[in-house]
């Protein structure tokens, strides 16, 4: 390769690269210094964002640190203290009354949004005919949000994303 090729080789590489400066720093950094172009606040459904890689989820460890002892405190007694409880989770009893199901991805938990997560745990499973106790006034959002992040963190990869694509349709 002579002097003068790599000389144009350089100046390309010096352009794209220029071009990626452009295209993608610029732009960060005007969002950074301007908050108002910046995304709305997040509600909780939005933060679930695209899972762009896998092990990308819309809660912080320390939610799941929280809401794990919010679990073991109040629901484990009835889904198991690792929400595997209950692996017979189709079968009524004879009162017609479904047991607790399994939180822990292996029943059909992924198939509800995440309001339909939250209104099942603050109001229980009465309104579906169900026999959940309500946790309204026992749970506050937050600490709700946070025992969702717990039984979601056993869930694996390809039932997150599952679960994402039906909650990112009900948005
Ligand atoms: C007294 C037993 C009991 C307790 C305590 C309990 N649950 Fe449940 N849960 C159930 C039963 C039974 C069902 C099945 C629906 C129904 O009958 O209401 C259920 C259903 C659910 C569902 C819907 C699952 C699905 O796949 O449709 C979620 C989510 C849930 N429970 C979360 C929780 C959380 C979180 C707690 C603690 C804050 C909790 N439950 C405490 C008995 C309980």
Avoid at 50 to 65: F, M, S
Avoid at 113 to 132: F, K, N, S
Avoid at 161 to 169: G, K, M, S
């Amino acid at each position: 390769m002579s002097q003068r090729e790599s000389g144009g080789l350089r100046i390309r590489r010096w352009i794209l690269g220029g071009g990626v400066l452009a295209v993608v720093v610029v732009p960060v950094l005007v969002s950074l210094a301007c908050p108002a172009s910046r995304p709305p606040p997040v509600t909780l459904a939005k933060i679930a964002g695209p899972p762009a890689g896998a092990g990308e989820r819309w809660y912080t460890e320390r939610q799941v640190a929280q809401g794990r002892e919010i679990f073991i405190r109040h629901c484990a007694v009835c889904h198991g203290e690792d929400a595997a409880a209950t692996p017979d989770w189709r079968r009524p009893d004879a009162a017609g009354n479904y047991p607790p199901p399994p939180l822990n991805g292996s029943a059909h938990t992924w198939h509800h949004p995440l309001p339909v997560l939250r209104e099942t745990i603050q109001q229980g499973g009465a309104p579906l005919g169900g026999v959940m106790p309500g946790f309204a006034g026992k749970l506050s959002e937050q600490e709700t949000d946070a025992v969702i992040a717990w039984f979601q963190s056993l869930w694996s990869d390809e039932i997150y994303q599952a679960w994402y694509r039906i909650a990112e349709d009900s948005l």
